[in-house]
């Protein structure tokens, strides 16, 4: 009888533009199939779009992410809509990967204040300086820093210090380039 080979499951958090995509594509590359918590959002958002039309009036996504990006306590109706499934889903996927022997990356914003980090093994916190954080959201999203500064308000409760559990976290600086990037998060794995 043979023996099925360990599965490791490693989360990626950080705040907005620190490049937790990127960390994401990184350990794709090396065979770990990514569970994206910002696409599973979007899609319970189509999921419970009754639900979401109701609270809002709008189930489209750059007018409710101006909505709630703005006002701390739409955010927490929106999130109390779309969480439990989310969290749930997540839940799955990780089983899956467990009982199939596979490695899996949880790319989550929002890993601590959900409490996925308790699926996990490692942790990847992803940091980047402002300035840098704010020429990538400029260059990507086309934000202004007024709108930057918005999506920073909604991030405080993200670190990894709010969370008295005990998980590996290791910290992973990307203010460089890519390659330095990729480099680090190889010798943490
Ligand atoms: C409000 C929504 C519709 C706005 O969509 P939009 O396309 O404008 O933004 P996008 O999803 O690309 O997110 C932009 C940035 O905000 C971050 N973010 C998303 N949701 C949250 C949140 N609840 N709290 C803090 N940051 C968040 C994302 O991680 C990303 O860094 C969408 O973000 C959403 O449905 N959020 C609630 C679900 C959720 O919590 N998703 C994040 C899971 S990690
Ligand atoms: N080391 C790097 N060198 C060059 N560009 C980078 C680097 N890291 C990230 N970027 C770019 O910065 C932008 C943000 O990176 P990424 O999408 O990985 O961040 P994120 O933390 O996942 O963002 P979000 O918070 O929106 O989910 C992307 O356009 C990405 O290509």
């Known amino acids: 009888m043979g023996c099925r080979p360990l599965s490791r499951i490693v989360g990626v958090a950080g705040l907005y533009c620190a490049g937790k995509s990127l960390a994401a594509e990184i350990l794709r590359s090396r065979g770990y199939e990514e569970i994206d918590v910002d696409s599973l959002g979007h899609y319970a958002r189509e999921r419970m779009a009754r639900e979401v039309e109701e609270a809002f009036g709008t189930t489209d996504r750059r007018e409710l992410g101006r909505i709630v990006f703005s006002d701390a306590e ?37 890993l601590f204040p959900m409490g996925l980090h308790s699926f996990c093994d490692k942790v990847l916190w992803i940091t980047a300086s402002l300035p840098v954080r704010f020429l990538r959201a400029r260059r990507r999203d086309s934000l202004t820093p007024c709108g930057f500064i918005r999506r920073l308000r909604s991030q405080r409760k993200l670190y990894p210090q709010k969370v008295g559990e005990n998980v590996d976290i290791s910290r992973v600086a990307n203010n460089g380039n890519r390659r330095r990037f990729e480099r680090r998060i190889l010798d943490l794995l």
């Open 74 to 110: 739409q955010l927490r109706r929106l999130e109390a809509i779309v969480h439990p499934w989310m969290i749930d889903e997540v839940g799955r996927r990780v089983d899956s990967l467990r009982r199939e022997g596979k490695d899996g990356v949880i790319n989550a914003a929002l």
